[in-house]
T-cell receptor, first 115, second 113 residues
Framework: AQSVAQPEDQVNVAEGNPLTVKCTYS??????LFWYVQYPNRGLQFLLK??????LVKGSYGFEAEFNKSQTSFHLKKPSALVSDSALYFC?????????????FGQGTTLQVKP | SQTIHQWPATLVQPVGSPLSLECTVE??????LYWYRQAAGRGLQLLFY??????ISSEVPQNLSASRPQDRQFILSSKKLLLSDSGFYLC????????????FGPGTRLLVL
């Protein structure tokens, strides 16, 4: 079965420290991987995606993610966390369905950045 | 640029009442459209998706239905709401392609009492 796992319900970091939010996937074929962020009572905002090419993908707000095929992981990273980065983060993998694609989401990881 | 609208933003409805949530997209043509439900602020469940006018695919059996009367309009409906229909409903769109990114609307918070 195709799936996405985010093993941590919550990640706590101090402002200015690097952050990592973990994601692993299980999918047949080449994966298309996405990260989204959600602030309270808001819709999801697209951060970045991996389709092919360079394993290190750069996205919005200084975030980046590293695709690791051997470990089937796509961890989200940022060199220096900000308090404003505190939010709910979702990893997703695209699976084909007929003539379109569907996203399968992980359960989300709450990032708490403390001053 | 493309924008996606959802309304209402918040809705409180009694059990057994009907429901109609609307989603519209501006600035693009022939989008794929999606309805998701998010329960308890966590995972998202895909409810319906549409690749064109009148074309609706249902992902899970449920008390809800969807319609796409126009190219950029997607409606989520119910004839009789259940308590379990409470949640945060998100609409999304994507450009058709093999690696399309989905872009989400602001969501509708539905509380069924």
């Amino acid at each position: 079965a195709q799936s996405v796992a985010q093993p941590e319900d919550q990640v706590n970091v101090a402002e200015g420290n690097p952050l990592t939010v973990k994601c692993t996937y299980s999918v047949s074929g080449n994966p298309y991987l996405f990260w989204y962020v959600q602030y309270p009572n808001r819709g999801l905002q697209f951060l970045l995606k991996y389709i092919t090419g360079d394993n290190l993908v750069k996205g919005s707000y200084g975030f980046e993610a590293e695709f690791n095929k051997s470990q089937t992981s796509f961890h989200l990273k940022k060199p220096s966390a900000l308090v404003s980065d505190s939010a709910l983060y979702f990893c997703a993998v695209r699976v084909r369905s007929g003539n379109t694609g569907k996203l399968i989401f992980g359960q989300g990881t709450t990032l708490q950045v403390k001053p | 640029s493309q924008t996606i609208h959802q309304w209402p933003a918040t809705l409180v409805q009694p059990v057994g009442s009907p429901l109609s949530l609307e989603c519209t997209v501006e600035g693009t043509s022939n989008p794929n459209l999606y309805w998701y439900r998010q329960a308890a602020g966590r995972g998202l469940q895909l409810l319906f998706y549409s690749v064109g006018i009148g074309q609706i695919s249902s992902e899970v059996p449920q008390n809800l239905s969807a319609s796409r009367p126009q190219d950029r309009q997607f409606i989520l409906s119910s004839k009789k709401l259940l308590l379990s229909d409470s949640g945060f409903y998100l609409c999304a769109w994507s450009v058709r392609g093999h690696a399309e990114t989905q872009y989400f609307g602001p969501g509708t918070r539905l509380l069924v009492l």
